[in-house]
């Protein structure tokens, strides 16, 4: 028998930040050491430190991931976050099964950013996808890409063995560098930004948009694909990849074009529609009438729930379900003159770094690992997907370049706090503001600075800046430590001579 005089636990406390984190201490023990003190001390270290690793170690095969990623819904625009303007029984029942994930973000309020931070695990500014070549984000026959040198989350699950599929909206270039199956994936249906940069654009006569392409794998199939039906075939081609790949690992990212304006809807989801609306939709004739379309939100989403549901019931079927994650999240918060998409309890809309541009609807399950029912405030991005997914797979994640995501499951497991002590919101290529624990600092050139308790105040209305002269001298620090390391550690966009739209370019 031995002597013990101590014995080291991990615990989880706040800082002054209001962050979790975790520590080492030791535990005085006076007593003999036997066999069932031993145990004791195996079983409390375990509780406290090991759930989370335990629970990833378990799982004999490399679990699937789906990743859906809805365009421009808001924060309320979901039933299990608030909103009485749209019904989503399919994702709530997700929530019911899994978590909802009350402090997640995109990296960016728009949508070219925002996919470039979820497909490399970093801010768009350090991998130079922050702007558009001469627009806030890409556009037709853009020069500009995500360059191929990135290592994209697809690229890393491959080298696991992953199968990979996107089927939706692209928005990271539109030249054949830069097109998803150059940048890991193995499948690919959809459009290569946004449904609207078309002839049909009310602006047209200042941008002078080709026609729309729609793409299946590297080949334009269609020209002007009647967006009506873009969620239903989106849907069947994520459905199919499933089926297809049932006996392998595998990673579907299924971008939806909707919510974002104009509105779209397959004819059985137009029911509770007026007739006057539908005679109106029926009556376009070449042109898009986007006030009568905003009329059709509440039936968009039902359609993307739907869909949520198709994909959720094909993973049962075929005996996938509690080997998969699947997390539902947008890529930015709801316009601003829109009649009904919201960003709920939070101020802002998509373009602006208030919370309700950045801060997203999220939920996520996994039967058997993840909390069921449960909501999660833990600060948490879409950057973080690409290292979690990695570990969880068993996969390496780039020791070659700067990675801004974090392992986050034992954070969605609910073993831990967040990994992350900062956040930082860019708008364009300006780092607007700065979030550390329940402390958020808005630092807008020509503006007053602004400081809110997001604890207290998620609307950020009451600015609390000349109370809190601490808080804002640290915050600060932050911002310019961060603005030095993406300076320093920054890598370009890749851009292409002579770029042709898709259209033309496959004549």
Known sequence: MKTLQAFGVRIARKNADGISVVEFARIPWVGVLTNSTTALIVR??????????????????????????????????????????????????????????TSFYVAAPVCTPSRAALMTGCYPKRIGMAVGS????????????????????????????????????????????????????????GIPYSHDIHPFHPRQDHYKFPPLPL?????????????????????????????????????????????????????????????????????????????????????????????VGQILDTLKANGLDENTLVLFTSDNGPPKNTLFASPGPLRGNKGTTFEGGMREPTVVRWPGQIPAGKSNDELMTTMDLLPTFAKLAGAKVPTDRMIDGKDIWPTLTGNAGTPHQTFFYHQGNTLSAVRS???????????????????????????????????????????????KDIADNSRPAAFVDNPKPLAKANK
């Open 44 to 101: 409390m270290t375990l509780s406290l430190t090991c759930l989370g690793l335990i629970q990833t170690l378990s799982a004999a095969e490399k679990p699937n991931f789906v990743v859906i990623f809805t365009d421009d819904q808001g924060y309320g625009d979901l039933s299990c976050y608030g909103g009485e303007h749209v019904s989503t029984p399919r994702i709530d029942q997700m929530a019911a099964e899994g978590s909802r994930l």
């Open 134 to 189: 001469n627009f806030g984000v890409l556009l037709a026959g853009d020069r500009k890409g995500l360059n191929p040198d990135e290592i994209t989350i697809a690229e890393v699950l491959k080298t696991a063995g992953y199968k990979t599929g996107i089927f939706g909206k692209w928005h990271l270039g539109d030249q054949s560098p830069f097109l998803p199956t150059k940048q890991g994936f193995d499948e690919y249906f």
């Open 215 to 307: 793409l299946e794998n590297e080949t334009v199939i269609e020209m002007e694909p009647d967006a009506d039906y873009l969620t239903k075939r989106v849907t069947e081609h994520a459905v199919s990849f499933i089926e297809r790949n049932k006996d392998e690992p595998f990673f579907l990212y299924v971008p939806h074009p909707i919510p974002h304006a104009p509105l779209h809807v397959s004819p059985p989801f137009l029911e509770g529609v007026s007739d006057e609306i539908v005679a109106t939709l029926s009556e376009e004739n070449g042109r898009i009438d986007y006030r009568a379309r905003d009329q059709i939100f509440r039936q968009a989403i039902a359609e993307i729930d739907w869909s």
């Open 437 to 483: 624990g329940k402390w958020k600092l808005h630092v807008n050139k020509g503006k007053p600075t602004q400081l809110y308790d997001l604890e207290s105040d998620i609307g950020e209305k009451e600015n609390v800046v000349k109370s809190n002269p601490d808080v804002v001298r640290r915050l600060n620090e932050y911002l310019q430590t961060f603005a």
